[in-house]
C-alpha cells in the first residue's frame, strides 16, 4: 500500500476532489448555465474519445479513422436499453452490453486489419466504421435511418466526471504498464519491437480494442446527453473530430488530449455566435497550432504531479 | 550438438538466392565472425536465423538445454524469447525513449501481470514494476549506461547508440546473439572500444556470438572462427589465420587474376 498511497497520488486525489466539488457547487449556486453544462458534458465525452483513440494511434501507432464506428455501437446499445429501462441502472446495463459488442467487433476487426500499415490500416478502418452506419442504417432495433430518439436524459456532472476520471485512471494505467511500453515500442518501431520478444500482434489488438471499449462508453454517455442518437452523427467527421484532439494535444499525450479537447471546447463556445464564420476559424486555429506546434501540444511529454518543485528537484538541477 | 545448427539453409526471392544450401554449425561459448563481399548474403542470412524471412528450404535448430528448437518454425518475438537477439545494420533503437525505457521494453517477458493487473494496478503490478525497475538499472550499471539511464535514445553518440543497442538484445536474455556490423560508421577508437566491449560482455555474461562486420581489424582481432559467404553461398570457414590465406577468399574480395 506504501506504493499507492504515497505524496504524489495524495496531491493528485485532492485535487481531482476540490475540482468536483468547486463545479458541483458553480452548478448548485446556477453560476454554471444550462448551456455552459451542455458543453461540459462535450468536453468530458470528447476526452474519453481522445484518450481512447490516443491509445491505438499515439500509443500505439496505428491510424485508425474508424473511431466513431465504435462510439455508436455504445450510443445505440445505451439508448435501446434505456428506452426500456429509464434509469441509471439501464444506463449501466447498457454501457456494459456497448463495451461487449465494441470488444467484440473490434476483435473480429483488428485481427486482419492490423496486418495493414499505415494509410492501409486508416482506410480499412475507415470502412468498417462506413460498414457499421450502414447496418445502424438497416437495422429496425435501433429505428433505421432516423435513429432513436427522446432518450432519458440522465448524464449529470458527477456521473460525467466519474467516468472521465475512470477512464484517465485505466488509459494512465495502460501506458505506464509493461503493455503499454510493448505498444510505444510497436510505435517506435515495429521491426526492433518484435526482435526485443514482444508479440507485436497481440499488443497492437489489445489496444485496439481497449480504445474500441472506451469509445463505446463515451458513446452510451453521447446518447443519454443529448436525446437522440441517429446513424449519421457517427460517421467520418466525427471520427476526424476525435482524431484532431489527439494530433493537437500531442501524439501519446493524455493530458495533452485533456488540455486540446479543453481548448477546443472553448474555442466552440466563443465561435458560437459567428456560426457562419465558426468553422472557418476553427481550421484557421488547427493549421496555425499545427505550423508552429507540428508535434502537438505537448509532444508527447506529460503534465503530472511529477512535475511540480519539490519532486525530483535534484534531477531537473542535473539536466539544466 | 552444436548450439546453432543450420541445415542446408536457402532463401529466394524470386530468381535470386540470397542464402543457398548454407550449412554451418555455432558451438557455445564461440565468437564466430560472418564476412563476405556486399550482397554476399549475410544479412539475408541473419533474418533468416532471427525469423524475419522463412527459409525457401533447409532448417535452423538451436539447442535450449537439453531441448532441440526448430527456429525456422518460430516467429521472431517467439525466437527472442529462446535466448536469441540481434542488433541492426542501421540502428533500429526506441528512439525517442530513455535508455532505461530501451532496455525495460527488452525485459517485458519479466512482468508478472496481465490486462487487468496493468489497468487496475493489482496483483503483481507494483512487484513486478519494482523489480523490473531494479533489473534493468542493475543491468545499465553491468554496461556502463547507467549514467545515461534518463538520456533519450537519440541523443546518444553514436558510439553509445551502437552499445545501447547491443545492450538492449542482451537485456531479452539472450544466450545466441547476432550483432549486424556493430562497427559500421565508427572511428578507430570507437571500434577498439566497442571491441573491448564486446568481449567482456561475453565473458561476464557467458554468450555465444555471431558477427557481420567489414573491419577486418575488429574481425580478426575477436573472431575464433570465420565464415565466408559470397553470392549466397558458403565459400570458407576456418580460423582467421587459415581465412586470411585462402585462395577463394582472397578472390571473391579481390577479383580473380586476369592476363593481359
Known amino acids: 500500500m506504501k506504493n499507492v498511497l504515497n505524496k504524489r497520488n495524495l496531491i493528485t486525489l485532492v485535487i481531482i476532489g476540490v475540482l468536483f466539488f468547486v463545479v458541483q457547487l458553480l452548478i448548485k449556486e446556477r453560476i454554471i448555465t444550462a448551456y455552459m453544462r451542455s458543453n461540459i458534458y462535450w468536453i468530458g465525452i470528447y476526452i474519453i474519445l481522445g484518450l481512447s483513440l490516443n491509445m491505438i494511434i499515439g500509443i500505439t501507432g496505428q491510424l485508425s479513422l474508424g473511431h466513431a464506428g465504435f462510439m455508436s455501437i455504445g450510443a445505440f446499445a445505451a439508448a435501446v436499453v434505456l428506452k426500456t429501462n429509464p434509469t441509471l441502472t439501464g ?27 499505415g494509410d492501409y490500416l486508416a482506410i480499412a478502418t475507415l470502412g468498417v466504421a462506413e460498414i457499421i452506419r450502414i447496418v445502424l442504417n438497416n437495422l429496425s432495433v435501433t429505428g433505421g435511418a432516423s435513429g432513436i430518439s427522446n432518450i432519458k436524459m440522465l448524464m449529470s456532472w458527477p456521473l460525467l466526471y466519474t467516468f472521465v ?35 507485436t500482434t497481440k499488443y497492437k489488438v489489445i489496444a485496439f480494442m481497449f480504445g474500441a471499449a472506451l469509445a463505446a462508453m463515451a458513446g452510451s454517455l453521447f446518447s443519454t446527453t443529448y436525446y437522440i442518437v441517429k446513424p449519421d452523427s457517427f460517421g467520418v467527421n466525427t471520427s476526424i473530430n476525435i482524431l484532431i484532439l489527439v494530433v493537437f494535444g500531442g501524439m501519446g499525450s493524455l493530458s495533452g488530449t485533456i488540455i486540446a479537447t479543453f481548448i477546443i471546447g472553448l474555442v466552440n463556445i466563443v465561435l458560437q455566435p459567428y456560426a457562419e464564420i465558426r468553422m472557418i476559424l476553427y481550421a484557421l486555429i488547427l493549421i496555425i497550432v499545427m505550423i508552429f506546434r507540428p508535434q502537438g501540444l505537448l509532444g508527447s511529454q506529460e503534465l503530472s504531479t511529477k512535475l511540480l518543485p519539490n519532486f525530483k528537484w535534484k534531477r531537473k538541477e542535473k539536466s539544466s | ?150 538520456t533519450k535514445a537519440k541523443n546518444l553518440p553514436y558510439g553509445k547508440q551502437r552499445q545501447l543497442e547491443i545492450a538492449r538484445a ?30 567482456e560482455i561475453k565473458e561476464k555474461m557467458n554468450l555465444t556470438i555471431v558477427l557481420i562486420e567489414h573491419d577486418m581489424s575488429l574481425v580478426m582481432e575477436i573472431c575464433e572462427r570465420i565464415f565466408v559467404l559470397d553470392y549466397g553461398k558458403l565459400i570458407a570457414s576456418g580460423t582467421p589465420d587459415e581465412i586470411k590465406n585462402n585462395p577463394r577468399v582472397i578472390e571473391a574480395y579481390l577479383g580473380d587474376e586476369v592476363e593481359l
Open chain 1, 165 to 199: 476520471i475512470l477512464t484517465i485512471f485505466l488509459t494512465h494505467n495502460f501506458k505506464n504498464s509493461a503493455i503499454g511500453r510493448a505498444c510505444i515500442s510497436i510505435k517506435e518501431d515495429e521491426i526492433a519491437a518484435e526482435a526485443m520478444g514482444i508479440n
Open chain 1, 91 to 117: 444506463l449501466f446495463i447498457g454501457i456494459g452490453i456497448g463495451v461487449l459488442i465494441s470488444l467484440a467487433v473490434s476483435f473480429v476487426v483488428a485481427v486482419p486489419t492490423l496486418r495493414l500499415k
Open chain 2, 1 to 150: 550438438m552444436s548450439l546453432l545448427q543450420i541445415e542446408k539453409l536457402t532463401r529466394n526471392f524470386g530468381g535470386l538466392s540470397a542464402v543457398s544450401n548454407v550449412s554451418l554449425a555455432v558451438e557455445e561459448h564461440e565468437l564466430v565472425g560472418l564476412i563476405g563481399p556486399n550482397g554476399a548474403g549475410k544479412t539475408t542470412l541473419f533474418n533468416v536465423l532471427t525469423g524475419v524471412y522463412t527459409p525457401s528450404s533447409g532448417r535452423v535448430m538451436f539447442q535450449k538445454g537439453d531441448k532441440s528448437i526448430e527456429l525456422s518454425k518460430l516467429p521472431p518475438y517467439k525466437i527472442t524469447r529462446m535466448g536469441v537477439a540481434r542488433t541492426f545494420q542501421n540502428i533500429r533503437l526506441f528512439k525517442e525513449l530513455s535508455v532505461l525505457d530501451n532496455v525495460k521494453i527488452a525485459m517485458n517477458h519479466e512482468a508478472r501481470y496481465g490486462l487487468f493487473g496493468a489497468l487496475f494496478r493489482i496483483g503483481q503490478y507494483f512487484k513486478s514494476e519494482a523489480l523490473i525497475e531494479e533489473k534493468a538499472h542493475a543491468f545499465l550499471k553491468e554496461v556502463n549506461l547507467d549514467e545515461l539511464a534518463e
Open chain 2, 170 to 199: 542482451l537485456a531479452t536474455g539472450a544466450k545466441l546473439l547476432f550483432l549486424d556490423e556493430p562497427a559500421a560508421g565508427m572511428n578507430p577508437q570507437e571500434t577498439h572500444a566497442l571491441t573491448s566491449f564486446i568481449k
